[in-house]
Structure formats: structure tokens, C-alpha cells
């Protein structure tokens, strides 16, 4: 099993960015699809962003970040990040890292960050 961290939420003004990172322990990091999920709410909880190491490498981003956020991996760290740009209201939400093995559904969950973005 793998356990994830999350850190880096906070309170940002509109048009602010933050970084959020990930800390991965206890299984082989590339054998793990990574991803980003984010809940506001009242809302469903929802992949926004995915990287996975097959094909040397590819990502997916929900249509609400695409151009905004960017998915990234520091394989030596044990860490995936996710960077946010040109925030909104609506990003608000608590964020959380998860994990997959291949050909499984996420499994593995971090306990979530809070980011609030203000007007």
C-alpha cells in the first residue's frame, strides 16, 4: 500500500496561484497512476487532473482547469504536484491526492487540503 500527504492549501486572492504537493511512502512510485481530485461543497467529489507513468508519460485535466492547472511529478521525492494558476471562486474546494495500481480504481487517498480562493 501507499500512503499520500497532502500540503500547500491555504487562502488565495483570484488570479493568485498555489502549489500543492503530495508525499507518497510505502509502495514503488511509478507503479502508481497519480491523480488530483477536488470536492467542493455540496458537490461531487471530481478527477481534475491525472498522470500516469505508461507511455513514458501522460496527464489528464478536467475542462474546468485545463490551461489553469498543471500536473507534475518529482520521481526522486516521491511526490506529485499540482500547480495552480490564475485561481477562481469556484476552485475552492478541499483537494486530495489519490493513487491507483494499474487497471485498478483509486484506492488510496491522502486526507485532503483546503484551498479557498477569495475575490
Known amino acids: 500500500q501507499v500512503q499520500l500527504v497532502e500540503s500547500g492549501g491555504g487562502l488565495v486572492q483570484a488570479g493568485g496561484s498555489l502549489r500543492l504537493s503530495c508525499l507518497a511512502s510505502?509502495?514503488?512510485?511509478?507503479?502508481?497512476?497519480m491523480g488530483w481530485f477536488r470536492q467542493a461543497p455540496g458537490k461531487e467529489r471530481k478527477l481534475i487532473a491525472h498522470f500516469t507513468w505508461s507511455g513514458g508519460g501522460s496527464t489528464y485535466y478536467a475542462d474546468s482547469v485545463k490551461g489553469r492547472f498543471t500536473i507534475s511529478t518529482d520521481n526522486a521525492q516521491n511526490t506529485v504536484y499540482l500547480q495552480m494558476n490564475s485561481l477562481k471562486p469556484e476552485d475552492t474546494a478541499v483537494y486530495y491526492c489519490?493513487?491507483?495500481?494499474?487497471?485498478?480504481?483509486?484506492?488510496?487517498w491522502g486526507q485532503g487540503t483546503q484551498v479557498t480562493v477569495s475575490s
Open positions: 510505502g509502495g514503488t512510485f511509478s507503479s502508481y497512476n
Open positions: 489519490a493513487a491507483r495500481g494499474y487497471g485498478t480504481e483509486y484506492a488510496y
